[in-house]
């Protein structure tokens, strides 16, 4: 987005559901988007090609971050304990921009029990 002429420079296709959650790496040209299709995507803004590509099992769209250095970036997403969608758990990955290949170093479960009359959470933030 060029937004001295507001005009589209670079369109980034990917995704096959709208996308949920963008964050601009602090540390580089990277960025992430996330999307209804259960995807997280990482990209370069130099390409148009995502540089790499995380699949979630979540009911619910993932949400992203970065950390505030660019060193590591969270996944957040909803899982159901059964086909019914009630009580889902949320979990937070945390990866290595670097190496994504690798999976995530380290996950966090909520393990409170689900309250039915709140949604979960779709935004996810690092504390400075």
Request: hydrophobic share 40%.
């Amino acid at each position: 987005l060029d937004v001295h002429d507001f005009r589209y420079t670079t369109y980034f296709k990917a995704h096959r559901a709208p996308v949920s959650s963008l964050r601009l790496s602090p540390a580089d040209d990277t960025f992430l988007s996330a999307a209804h299709d259960g995807t997280v995507r990482v990209w370069d803004h130099r390409t148009t090609r995502p540089l790499g590509v995380l699949h979630t099992p979540g009911d619910a769209a993932p949400a992203v971050a970065y950390d505030a250095s660019g060193a590591c970036f969270a996944v957040m997403y909803s899982v159901s304990e059964n086909s019914t969608g009630m009580n889902p758990r949320q979990l937070v990955k945390l990866f290595d921009p670097r190496n994504i290949e690798l999976g995530p170093f380290l996950t966090f479960e909520d393990k409170e029990p689900a309250n039915a009359n709140v949604a979960p959470a779709d935004v996810i933030e690092f504390t400075p």
